[in-house]
């Protein structure tokens, strides 16, 4: 490589041996439905002490013209700016286990020399394995379990989670590189992708996040709160139902995707992610029928 990884990150002069520790990691911008990602994340650093042990330099790595930071303005001076932060956290589980969490803005630059330093990271530490989250829209209702698509380096690191029928083509992310990469590199990467129903895949859904800490706990051994998160889950999906029950538009979507979703279920071994010969409500469509719900549920059925 024609340039050193090293000058993007920082690491601090006190940070304990990590052998054999997991890094889970989550990068703003990239596709989350239901801030599935974003929920996750804030959750552990709320419920979990921990502090900062990397910083990777942000002013290189992001393009302030397309995510402008907020900076609040006080009558006639600026007041305060939030100065955009991609850092690595040493957080401990409920036995004790240390683990340790990057998360911040997906990087707009230097892809490749980001995916590089994350290497270094994980041999200077000997972190095992390297896990993503976030949240994807899908045609399923929230009233049926939440799916999960895992994805992974290695075959054997996916285990029983039902894979995708085909092959496709997707726009990629830093979190898509970085599982790639690593796996060139002979380091063990995966992620979980929580199935987010997609007329709510513009609110905050505890649901979904719930979901994604159950499965990273049992792909790493893990034991992760539930704290908060799992209340904050019952009140986002009790105003749900009760907004469902109050219009019959809203309510024959959902008994749509219902009579779907079982028939996929009653099916054995096919996955809910192929085709349907039943009608799927377009997004269009379900996006007419819920955008009163949107408006009135916007980000707060995290709180």
């Known amino acids: 490589m024609g340039f050193d990884p090293e000058e993007l990150y920082e690491v601090d002069s006190d940070v304990p041996d990590l052998d054999g520790a997991v890094l889970l990691h989550f990068f703003e911008g990239f596709m989350d439905a239901g801030s599935t990602g974003r929920l996750t994340a804030e959750h552990l650093t709320g419920e979990v002490d921990n502090r900062v042990i990397a910083r ?91 799916g999960v698509t895992a994805h992974a380096n290695r075959e054997d690191l996916v285990g029983e989670h039902q894979p995708l029928p085909n092959r496709m083509q997707v726009p990629g992310s830093a979190g898509a590189l970085l599982e790639y990469r690593l796996g060139e590199w002979g380091h ?13 895949a513009q609110s905050a859904y505890p649901a979904a996040a719930l979901q994604v800490l159950e499965k990273i706990g049992e792909a790493t051994g893990l034991r992760l709160p539930e704290g908060e998160l799992r209340t904050a889950a019952q009140v986002a999906n009790a105003e749900i139902d009760r907004q469902v029950a109050e219009s019959d538009e809203v309510a024959d979507v ?10 996929f ?3 054995s071994g096919h996955s809910l992610l192929a085709e349907s010969e039943e009608h799927m409500p377009t997004a269009d469509e379900l996006g007419s029928q819920f955008e009163r719900f949107l408006a009135e549920q916007g980000g707060d059925s995290s709180s």
């Open 188 to 200: 063990d990467a995966m992620g979980f992708a929580a199935h987010v129903p997609h007329y709510l």
């Open 56 to 146: 990777f330099d942000a002013d290189r790595l992001i393009d302030y013209r397309s995510r402008r930071p907020s900076m609040t303005f006080a009558v006639d001076h600026w007041d305060d700016y939030e100065t955009p932060e991609l850092v690595v956290r040493l957080l401990h589980d409920a036995d004790g286990t240390p683990f340790l969490l990057l998360s911040g803005p997906e990087p707009d630059r230097e892809w490749e020399r980001f995916a590089a330093a994350v290497r270094q990271l994980v041999e200077r530490w000997g972190v095992r394995l390297t896990v993503g989250f976030h949240g994807i829209p899908m045609g399923a209702p929230h009233t049926r379990p939440l």
């Open 265 to 267: 279920v009653a099916a």
């Open 254 to 263: 959902v008994h749509a995707l219902e009579r779907q979703y079982d028939t």
